[in-house]
């Protein structure tokens, strides 16, 4: 015979401090849990939207991103023989030779602060290669003048972005820049940056060479010997689809991940220690109580069975109101600062049933772990001898 849930909502509310702590403490992990992972997948999803396996990425060798890469005209010629590039209309190779550099601009208050964001110079070709970058408000650059477009996501985050601002950015001659467009590139890390021309951009930074060659190839299945060919003899360089160089560029936050994710299992851990606290406190204030429910006809399983329940309850009200704190943050945009470019890439913040799934499952570890041992030694207390005492 099983006791009546309304019996262990009862209990819990009985011991209003007790049950408040360790309320709060599980909702504290739950909510700090569904931030990392919205955390962890906001940027998979950015980075799992950048580049694409049919582009092949050329950057000096020993360079690990493209604001470390110099790569000079002669080398870049070289690459235009790369094997199963694909041609434009005009029978010239799809490859983009780009400058990535950054420019320190201020983010949107709060907080205000500075942020390292990349510019790149790019031409014509740029457009045909990222075939995801799309303009989707006002218009393209002029070649020939100091114009920019940008990102969705940059303008979301940074000051003076908008279509008809002006930025200031260049080296050892700062010269302003208007914003006449806006482009999307379907999520990915590219929105995150400002585009100019190349030569303009090259000018204003004092650079007489690029950062990388992005080659588009005709088939995917052929990025295998175009990467063979730039590391090999006839260019030497390095060399890798720009899908895997994206997913390189967040290695970093998986190192993150991990780290919060041992700080996250202490939490647990605590949590359990404060649902087994106020389960044997109640065990021990209850034990006439738990004495004449046994003298009633309820079984021992029944009184584990109670304790779990109350664990749970705390537990799982917990996990919802931790959830729906945590929702505040959903879909709002963060950047982070990437430690091969050295400047920042924007993602969002996105809670998924994954996430939910996650902080449930930790939440009923949690009322389980934290009730089994209170539960056993209420199942184990001698009517007589608790009914005489009391």
Known sequence: MALPLYYN????????????LTFVIVAVVVAVLAVLLSFSEGIRASMKSSGSSANIVALQTGATAESTSIIRP?????MMQTPGVARGRDGQPLVSHELCVQASIPRRPPPGNPANVAVRGVDDTAFLVHAEVQLIEGRMFNPAAHEVIVGRAARERYRNLEVGGEITIGRSTDKTFSVVGIFEAGGG???????????????????????????????????????????????????????????????KTREIVVLTTILIA?????????VATTMYTSV????????MLRTLGFSRGSVIAAFLTES????????????????????????????????????????????????????ILVGVAGAVA?????????????LRKG
């Open 284 to 291: 021990d204030s209850r034990r006439r109580e738990i004495a």
């Open 374 to 386: 209170p539960a056993l030694r209420a199942a184990r207390i001698r009517v007589i001898e608790a």
């Open 74 to 78: 002669e080398e870049a010629a070289r």
């Open 266 to 274: 202490i939490m647990a851990v605590g949590a359990v220690f404060a």
């Open 312 to 363: 749970l309850l705390i537990c799982m009200v917990a996990c919802a109101v931790g959830l729906l704190g945590s929702l505040f943050v959903s879909g709002s945009r963060q950047d982070y600062l990437s430690d091969q470019t050295w400047t920042v890439i924007a993602y969002e913040l996105r809670i998924t049933p994954v996430t939910v799934a996650s902080a449930v499952g930790l939440s």
């Open 189 to 251: 890390a590219l929105e995150s940056e400002i585009w100019g021309p190349r030569s303009m951009i090259s000018d204003v930074y004092l650079r007489r060479f690029t950062s990388s060659a992005i080659m588009r190839l005709d088939d995917p299945g052929m990025a295998l010997a175009a990467i063979e060919y730039i590391r090999g003899p006839a260019v030497r360089m390095n060399a890798k689809t720009e899908a895997d160089y994206y997913v390189d560029l967040s290695s």
């Open 9 to 20: 909502w009862r209990n819990l509310l009985v011991r209003k401090l007790s049950t408040g």
